[in-house]
């Protein structure tokens, strides 16, 4: 008897699951914007983030504890001018509209593994320029952070 594939678990699946925990998601960016980003920052974007993308360019995600508003294409763009990407190394995925921006690290720059999500709370310490005040691993990727939150 053989076992039948284990069905892939995407963000759209995750999405389409929990439609009571995301508000405003607009449709997906269009892969020309999505290739118009990765030729901006010269380089190709994580597998996660792309998918994100490409099933909501920005929503509101209703966490357990707070709101947090998740990536948009023009978000990514104020975020690469800002110099965040580049200083921090990692990609902001995510922010709670005050304090804390949630990342992944792609490389595994952080010492974590490839695809790890870390929540960076802003404070006084500086990094990079930025003033960091503690940065947590919460998950192995951005589909287990999402659905750890909602």
């Known amino acids: 008897m053989t ?28 892969d ?5 980003i990765e030729h901006v920052l010269g380089q190709d974007l994580p597998a996660d983030i792309v998918e994100l ?31 965040v990407i580049d200083d921090f190394e990692l990609f902001p995925f995510a922010h709670n509209g005050s304090d804390t921006i949630v990342l992944v690290d792609d490389t595994g720059a952080w010492g974590g593994e490839n695809g790890a999500v870390y929540s960076l709370q802003m404070g006084r310490r500086m990094v990079s320029g930025y003033p960091v ?10 589909y287990q952070f999402i659905a750890l939150v909602i």
């Open 3 to 30: 076992k039948p594939a284990a069905e892939k678990k995407t963000l759209l699946g995750l999405f389409e699951a929990n439609v009571d925990a995301f508000e405003a998601a607009e449709s997906g960016c269009a």
């Open 32 to 36: 020309n914007d999505i290739m118009e």
């Open 53 to 83: 993308l490409q099933v909501s360019d920005g929503a509101i995600l209703h966490a357990s504890h707070e709101l947090l508003y998740l990536l948009s294409c023009a978000q990514l763009r104020v975020w690469h001018a800002d110099g």
């Open 133 to 142: 005040q503690d940065a947590t691993f919460i998950a192995g990727s951005v």
